[in-house]
């Protein structure tokens, strides 16, 4: 054996081990065969399991699996997409355009309205030659035209015409002019206007109800188109022309039949006269145009009288419609139980609303002082007819 020290010298240092260049070889030669086992394993491993077939025909079948299940999918997306376009799409190509239904009203006539037009001329005293040539202003300064002084008498007639002149002037006129009518020599010119007059029976005596018919006809005739009119007649009750009247004065009772409407009760009351049993009657408005003026003269001719005397009930009709009128013309034979009183209460509400009121008194002076007083308390005119139709006019 070799001494202890021999093993020293040749690369050992208390322990057996190779020295450290073969160590090195030996690690290196190792490490590399380390390495090509490692990389072996797996390929043989995996070449071991394709080459199996077992597994060949798993992975075919997990392929197939994939493809189909892919396809489904597509499918699916694909319908599920379509479905979705449909909800949208089909209602808009399957919904029917809307008709519009549009209605025209027939246009309304033209009303004409004129303007009041007066005469501001005065009839003036001859003038002497001389002054017949206008005087000319003269000007320091140049100027295109000249301005004519007309001529002033010193002193001009102020004339205008006493009380029987400018009766008896605007009586004897016909009282027409664009946008009015005239009744009984009254002229009126307004949009609105309503005739009250008096049906009752004693109408019928001295040719007051012809001479009444005939003025009412004639003054209707006038209305200018377009004009809103309405006509009440009265007795001891009040109705719209063309109403039908039943009146029994024994029983206290009456029924104003309108054609292809409702009927309207009165009765009679004690001692405060005649009032609506109910809802009361409510006069309309019409528009004048040739048709309508025409059945409106029809009625008057053809309207029979009533009994009673009450010519608060018309009045009160009148005032009661809708809108009111601009002019009641109103006219009644002969004086009434409680006129005078009449007189202050439908003058306070007429003035109220702003509504005229003329009077007439045909062939009854005594009514005078009343129908005098409601002209006055509304600013209206009062006139008296006689028995040849002749009007002088009071206010």
Request: glycine letters at 8%; a negative charge.
């Given at each position: 054996m070799r001494p202890f020290g021999s093993f020293r010298k040749r690369g050992f240092s208390g322990h057996l081990r190779p020295s450290r260049k073969k160590q090195g070889e030996i690690s290196s030669k190792e490490t590399r065969d380390f390495h090509v086992l490692r990389q072996e394993e797996p390929t043989n491993t995996v070449s071991q399991h394709i080459q199996s077939p077992e597994t060949e025909a798993e992975l075919r079948r997990q392929r197939r699996m994939a493809t189909t299940?892919?396809?489904v999918i597509a499918v699916l997306s694909?319908?599920?997409i379509g479905l979705i376009l449909a909800f949208i799409i089909?209602?808009?190509l399957s919904q029917k355009s809307a008709t519009l239904v549009t209605y025209q009203a027939a246009m309304p006539e033209d009303v004409r309205l004129d303007q009041k037009r007066m005469d501001t001329q005065v009839q003036r005293k001859p003038s002497a030659p001389s002054s017949a040539m206008a005087k000319v202003i003269a000007s320091t300064s140049p100027a295109p035209i000249s301005v004519p002084v007309p001529e002033v008498t010193e002193n001009p007639s102020l004339e205008f015409g006493s009380d029987g002149d400018f009766g008896s002037g605007w009586g004897s006129g016909d009282g027409t002019g664009a946008?009015?009518?005239?009744?009984?020599g009254q002229s009126v010119r307004a949009e609105r206007i309503c005739y009250v007059i008096d049906f009752s029976s004693s109408m019928g005596s001295q040719g007051r109800a012809d001479l009444m018919r005939k003025e009412l006809s004639k003054s209707i005739g006038q209305l200018s188109h377009g004009t809103s009119y309405g006509i009440v007649f009265f007795s001891c009750i009040a109705w719209e022309a063309g109403n039908q009247v039943s009146l029994n004065r024994n029983g206290g009772t009456a029924v104003v039949k309108v054609p292809g409407g409702k009927n309207y009760k009165w009765k009679k009351a004690g001692g405060r006269g005649w009032g609506p049993d109910g809802i009361g009657q409510r006069a309309n408005w019409f528009t004048a145009s040739a048709k309508q003026l025409a059945d409106s003269r029809q009625i008057v001719k053809k309207a029979p009288l009533s009994s009673g005397t009450s010519w608060d009930k018309g009045i009160e009709m009148a005032l009661d419609m809708s809108p009111p009128p601009q002019v009641i013309c109103f006219?009644?034979?002969g004086v009434a139980s409680g006129s005078d009183v009449w007189a202050r209460q439908l003058g306070a509400k007429a003035k109220s609303r702003g509504v005229q009121i003329n009077c007439i008194?045909?062939?009854e002076p005594r009514a005078h002082k009343d129908l005098d007083?409601?002209?006055k308390r509304t600013g209206g005119r009062f006139s008296v007819v006689d028995k040849n139709g002749k009007h002088k006019h009071v206010r």
């Open positions: 299940m892919s396809m694909v319908a599920l089909l209602p808009s946008g009015g009518t005239s009744f009984f006219m009644t034979d008194a045909l062939m007083e409601l002209a």
